[in-house]
């Protein structure tokens, strides 16, 4: 009989890594992703990001999870999530019954800890990956329950039991790594140095107006690949309209790349604009990407502060903390770094196993789910 894995979590990107690298290894799991299937975007119900990617991948059940989670406010909208826990770990519960996987696997978040807890009453175990160097609430919790408990940046393992903690880095997309050009990136990409903006799944609305400021100047010399998200698509195709055709030739607004398509644009780009979530600094780390990088200033711990920290000290990377980020603080920015061959990798500021989780994880998946009887 076929093992079964549930994976759940609240990061979806390293998720996807290694389901990757399970299908890679040809194991004939039955891969189950518990999630949420919907995301608000002001006021508006849309399908989440990690719903709108699994459902492209084969043989993967997405199931979703009635979610609640602590609040750090009593605003209406967090009571209300407040009063969805109870329902949440019965759905959990119900979930865990009906499909009883082998193990679980969890990437945090407050998605993970009900199957995490319900799995343990009924005896399934667990696995749970940290991906930040500070450690969530829910990670904080999990950690009471599962067997082992993987962690991406060594600093982060005094911050849980040391006999079931490992370091396995972060699992990135096999695409980041080795892109095959899309049909679009083709058409896109021509001899201009590529400068490539982006704010993240759903954009950043600050940093896509500092940017509509400059951007006259800019495309005067580079290729902007700009992706924008899905609030403000419209108002930067307008915008691009507006245009010279000189200019307008030079500009791609998108409301979302594919995994091929990051990993294409990092390889092509002289400079990368972006936030600094985990993830993010780890491909633009393993792509050698020269990078400016804007920390989103209400993260939790402040994370991406930190993650931006990491990356400077490599020698990648500039830091304009959000406040600051001003039309001519980011153009000046940009004029210092983007030919200037200082801002080049010191291999020693480097872990490896930062860079190899996802083989890193899959083994230690693959041993506890072929153990378990």
């Not at 992703?33 to 059940?61: A, D, H, P």
């Not at 019954?97 to 969890?106: A, F, G, K």
């Not at 704010?199 to 690949?225: A, C, D, F, P, W």
């Not at 108002?235 to 507006?242: G, M, R």
Request: charged residues 25%; proline residues 4%.
């Amino acid at each position: 009989m076929a093992k079964k894995l549930l994976i759940t979590g609240g990061h979806s990107t390293p998720a996807i890594a290694v389901i990757e690298e399970i299908k890679f290894n040809n194991k004939d799991w039955e891969i189950y992703y518990v999630g949420s299937k919907y995301s608000s975007l002001e006021g508006k119900k849309l399908n989440s990001y990690e719903f709108q990617t699994l459902k492209r991948l084969k043989n993967i059940k997405f199931i979703h999870l009635i979610s609640g989670k602590l609040a750090r406010n009593f605003s209406p909208k967090y009571i209300l999530s407040m009063l969805k826990i109870p329902i949440s770990f019965l759905h959990a519960l119900l979930i865990n019954i009906r499909y009883r996987p082998n193990l679980i696997l969890s990437f945090g978040g407050f998605l993970s800890t009900p199957l995490i807890i319900t799995g343990k009453l009924l005896g399934i175990p667990s696995i749970t990956h940290e991906q930040t160097h500070s450690a969530g609430i829910a990670n904080k919790i999990n950690a009471r329950f599962v067997k082992k408990i993987a962690v991406t940046f060594p600093d982060s393992v005094n911050q849980f039991p040391s006999k079931k903690t490992v370091v396995t880095g972060n699992p990135l997309r096999k695409e980041i790594e080795n892109p095959k050009p899309s049909k679009r990136m083709k058409e896109i990409l021509n001899d201009k140095k590529v400068i490539y903006v982006t704010g993240g799944k759903t954009g950043s609305e600050n940093i896509n107006q500092v940017i509509k400021h400059i951007l006259k100047e800019l495309l005067e010399k580079y290729l902007i690949i700009h992706q924008v998200g899905p609030m403000q698509i419209q108002e930067f195709k307008n915008h691009k309209a507006t245009l010279e055709d000189d200019l307008k030739k030079n500009y791609y607004p998108l409301e979302y790349l594919s995994a091929g398509e990051v990993g294409t644009v990092f390889k092509a780009s002289q400079l990368v604009i972006s936030r600094s979530g985990a993830n993010t600094v780890l491909e633009l780390l393993k792509n050698k990407c020269k990078s400016i990088l804007i920390p989103l200033p209400f993260s939790a711990g402040n994370e991406q502060l930190k993650n931006a920290q990491f990356l400077k000290k490599t020698g990648l990377a500039e830091i304009i903390k959000d406040h600051n980020l001003t039309p001519k603080h980011l153009s000046k920015t940009i004029a210092k770094m983007i030919d200037n061959k200082k801002y080049s990798l010191n291999e020693n500021c480097v872990d490896l196993r930062l860079l190899n989780g996802r083989e890193s994880l899959f083994k230690l998946v693959e041993k506890e789910i072929e153990d378990e009887k």
